[in-house]
């Protein structure tokens, strides 16, 4: 019989964290979408997932625009490939758009008037920060700035108005998307909804439809259409009371115990929302609002919250145990501090509270 802690583990090697892949677009392409809220964290959940993390790999793709970083499948940032950026917004936009759209409620009258004025200026001038979009607005005569124009940029990445640019000196920008993806991917909805569920089950496998339509803002029925149209291409079995869908084949075989340093943003934890706490089978973690940013997972199982400090020598990890740690599991979490601090290159430090 399956466990919880069966479909973590399986989740390690679907997700690429038991089995790496050669480059960062690779990880993007096999997944899908990595949620790229915090650029400096999320920049590791892909190198991570690479045989070589080098911190170069992802910067060049995004430089070369075939991986972007917008808003798409729900209201926060994800690394896409550009072959998939198009038809995932047009799948997925109708549910998200009215998110920004209460959001800009305050401008919605200035909403066209501003998106022109955006578009006008990227056309002239890409790869802008966003702080020169407002200021070249408001030498327009459109004062906007903080939150609601990066709420305005999102609504406009939604939209495929805009993506990111080539990034400057690690800032991120903006350019127009039809600059950036000349000859966008399209599908027909019923293709989208086949070709996702595929692609989400394959990379995020073993899950349940209610994790799908969690991770791209759809409904069940729409998943459930997904499904059906590719489920001569999945396996699936029951537990717990839910049907959990994977790319066809058995568990793969389990590995030596590994430690992962990863933020709460991980696919690990935020691309399942129903089944979400196999990683916690034992029942130890305190079930109400992320307090922490980051985790340690130990066998996939999330053992600790774990805070990062980077500074110009040393990257510092204050790992703060949800239970007594057996000597195993905390030499697991100074290998991955290790494996991050390499990839940064800078020392590892490791600070653990009691439990």
Request: charged share 25%; glycine share 6%; proline share 5%.
């Amino acid at each position: 019989m399956i466990t919880d802690r069966d479909i973590a583990r399986w989740r390690l090697h679907s997700q690429l964290l038991a089995a790496p892949v050669a480059t960062a677009a690779d990880v993007v392409r096999t997944l899908t979408a990595v949620q790229a809220e915090n650029a400096s964290q999320s920049a590791w959940a892909v190198a991570t997932r690479t045989r070589s993390p080098m911190p170069g790999d992802l910067a060049d793709e995004l430089a070369e625009g075939r991986v972007l970083r917008i808003h798409v499948l729900r209201s926060t940032w994800h690394y896409v490939h550009a072959d998939d950026a198009l038809w995932l917004q047009e799948l997925t936009a109708p549910r998200v758009m009215p998110i920004f759209a209460q959001q800009l409620q305050p401008i919605a009258g200035r909403l066209d008037a501003l998106g022109d004025a955006v578009e006008v200026l990227l056309a002239a001038s890409p790869d802008r920060t966003r702080v020169e979009i407002s200021d070249a607005l408001a030498e327009r005569g459109e004062q906007l700035t903080g939150q609601l124009l990066m709420l305005l940029l999102g609504q406009l990445e939604v939209q495929s108005r805009v993506c990111s640019g080539v990034p400057r000196n690690g800032e991120h920008t903006y350019a127009r998307f039809a600059d950036r993806v000349p000859n966008p991917r399209r599908l027909e909805r019923d293709e989208a909804l086949a070709e996702l569920a595929l692609r989400y089950f394959t990379a995020h496998g073993p899950a349940t439809d209610r994790d799908l339509a969690y991770w791209a803002t759809l409904t069940v029925t729409d998943v459930r259409r997904g499904i059906a149209a590719v489920r001569d291409r999945l396996d699936s079995f029951e537990h717990d009371g839910r049907t959990f869908w994977h790319a066809p084949g058995d568990a793969p075989a389990s590995a030596a115990p590994t430690g992962h340093l990863l933020q709460v943003l991980d696919e690990m934890y935020r691309g399942y929302q129903d089944s979400r706490w196999v990683i916690d089978a034992d029942g130890v973690v305190p079930r109400v609002r992320e307090t922490a940013i980051g985790m340690a997972l130990v066998d996939a199982q999330l053992v600790a919250a774990m805070k990062r400090t980077v500074t110009a020598k040393a990257v510092t990890f204050a790992v703060h145990p949800h239970r007594t740690l057996s000597k195993r599991e905390v030499r697991a979490i100074q290998d991955a501090a290790a494996r991050y601090a390499e990839f940064l290159g800078v020392e590892a430090r490791v600070l653990f509270d009691a439990a």
